[in-house]
């Protein structure tokens, strides 16, 4: 990835600071004569007949002459065959109906939120048509589609240019304390970035997960649906259990979406990181770096540090995800941070 894109969340609560007819045989015509007569006119026929050759012959009484083959029939040779290829018969068009119906649903936030996966299902967010979810049945199915993009994305200690095998994922995931199903609760990229992960894939011939084709599938059909050099945002939510109640499901899809807003809005993303740059003071930066350098994200992409701080400042409402003592302030300096971004912001913000 480009130092400068952004794209996953690590959701977990966070911790404070610290595939040829032949003709058919003529019958023998047979002509009477009488006895002791010479037949030269039949004989010259005959030596016609033969082609030149032939002989006298002295017939006896009751004799009938011998029989003289007669040239073949001619029999018309059958027509060659052609072979002729079918014309090939155009497909009917999908109706109107089925093409809506191949579409990924447009959902709110609360349908969304709502919405329950029997297996994965791609959704497509009404508040802004450029956001696609992946709705995962279990943390899982999530997991195994999804967790390779966040290594090669994000993640620190992650090679940026390459795609993890899979002993080497396994490795980062147990490195970092985690499951495969918790190593995120949720994840966010950039269309940019899905096309990076599977063109790398493709180099060096890397096998790709059912769940990870899945998602090559939805990137491809999402990314059909928006004109060229639209940027489109790819995110996931999985359903609730008993590791994952339904408020953790609203506030990571709500977490998300803002990430959504961030990479696919370009004066938003410009306002951020003007308020990022300009307003933060230095302290107030770091605090942050330290905070995401603490979950896990590589803090040397500056992009994500202010993708991530704005997520967490502004979409993010349970204070257990995000609270003041996660950086190490006061509320009322949190309080006066979500301020500055939401000032002059360009869009509306929940």
């Keep these: 990835m480009a130092a400068q894109d952004d794209d996953t969340i690590r959701l977990t609560p966070v911790r404070p600071a610290s595939g040829q007819v032949q003709a058919a045989p003529q019958p023998s015509l047979r002509t009477p004569t009488r006895r002791g007569v010479l037949v030269p006119a039949l004989l010259v026929g005959m030596v016609a007949a033969l082609g030149g050759g032939g002989a006298w012959w002295w017939l006896r009484p009751g004799e009938a002459p011998p029989a003289l083959p007669l040239p073949p029939t001619a029999v018309p040779s059958a027509a060659p065959r052609i072979a002729v290829s079918p014309v090939p018969i155009a497909p009917e068009p999908p109706s109107l109906a089925d093409r809506l119906a191949s579409l990924p649903p447009l959902l709110d936030e609360a349908a969304i939120r709502a919405h329950r996966a029997a297996q994965p299902t791609l959704l497509r967010y009404a508040g802004n048509p450029a956001v696609f979810v992946m709705d995962f049945p279990t943390l899982e199915a999530q997991g195994a589609a999804l967790n390779r993009f966040a290594a090669l994305v994000e993640k620190a200690g992650m090679p940026r240019e390459r795609v993890l095998n899979e002993v080497e994922m396994a490795d980062a995931i147990a490195r970092n304390g985690d499951t495969a199903a918790t190593f995120y609760y949720g994840h966010n990229y950039r269309g940019t970035d899905i096309a990076r992960f599977f063109r790398l894939a493709a180099q060096v011939g890397a096998t790709l997960r059912p769940e990870e084709a899945w998602v090559e599938r939805q990137f491809h059909q999402a990314r059909s649906l928006l004109p060229e050099g639209q940027e489109i945002v790819m995110l996931s939510i999985a359903a609730p259990d008993a590791r994952m109640e339904p408020s953790w499901r609203a506030t990571i899809l709500r977490h998300e979406l803002g990430h959504?807003?961030?990479?696919?809005?370009?004066?938003?993303?410009?306002?951020?990181?003007?308020?990022?740059?300009?307003?933060?003071?230095?302290?107030?930066?770091?605090?942050?770096?330290?905070?995401?350098?603490?979950?896990?994200?590589?803090?040397?992409?500056?992009?994500?540090?202010?993708?991530?701080?704005?997520?967490?400042?502004?979409?993010?409402?349970?204070?257990?995800?995000?609270?003041?003592?996660?950086?190490?302030?006061?509320?009322a300096e949190v309080a006066r941070l979500r301020g500055l971004l939401r000032e002059g912001a360009p869009v509306h913000l929940p």
């Design 260 to 331: 959504g807003l961030f990479g696919t809005t370009p004066a938003y993303a410009a306002h951020i990181h003007r308020v990022w740059r300009e307003r933060f003071t230095e302290a107030e930066r770091a605090a942050f770096r330290d905070f995401l350098g603490r979950e896990g994200y590589d803090t040397g992409i500056e992009q994500l540090m202010v993708d991530e701080t704005q997520a967490y400042l502004l979409h993010t409402p349970d204070p257990r995800f995000f609270n003041a003592m996660h950086v190490g302030m006061t509320e």
